[in-house]
Nanobody
Framework: VQLVESGGGVVQPGGSLKLSCVAS????????MSWYRQRPGEERKYVAT????????YYSTSVRGRFTISRDNARNTLYLEMNNLKPQDTAVYFC????????WGQGTQVTVSS
């Protein structure tokens, strides 16, 4: 099982980024997928989930209305589009596959700073 995130970077407040997570080693369509983030010195926290059928999405209150989670099952890829970014969105963002053997990517750094 492998999850590889990309798309992080440095952006000014109010800017946008789109993160990607390419999955391999398992049947992507068998799983709902999530994004988490971790700020320095803090625990990893939930950001968003998309069900395996791409029918339902869920968000933490801190990102709802600004972030959009999506997936391309043909490309085994999970996305997180982030708009109106704020300094408090600065964190390492992780792709997550739940289950009896949960899997995590290595993370991608997002820095929101002027």
């Amino acid at each position: 099982v492998q999850l590889v995130e990309s798309g992080g970077g440095v952006v000014q407040p109010g800017g946008s980024l789109k993160l990607s997570c390419v999955a391999s080693g398992f049947v992507f369509t068998d799983y709902g997928m999530s994004w988490y983030r971790q700020r320095p010195g803090e625990e990893r926290k939930y950001v968003a989930t998309i069900t395996r059928s791409n029918g339902n999405t869920y968000y933490s209150t801190s990102v709802r209305g600004r972030f959009t989670i999506s997936r391309d099952n043909a490309r085994n890829t999970l996305y997180l589009e982030m708009n109106n970014l704020k300094p408090q969105d600065t964190a390492v963002y992780f792709c997550h596959r739940p289950g009896q053997e949960p899997a995590w990517g290595q993370g991608t750094q997002v820095t929101v700073s002027s």
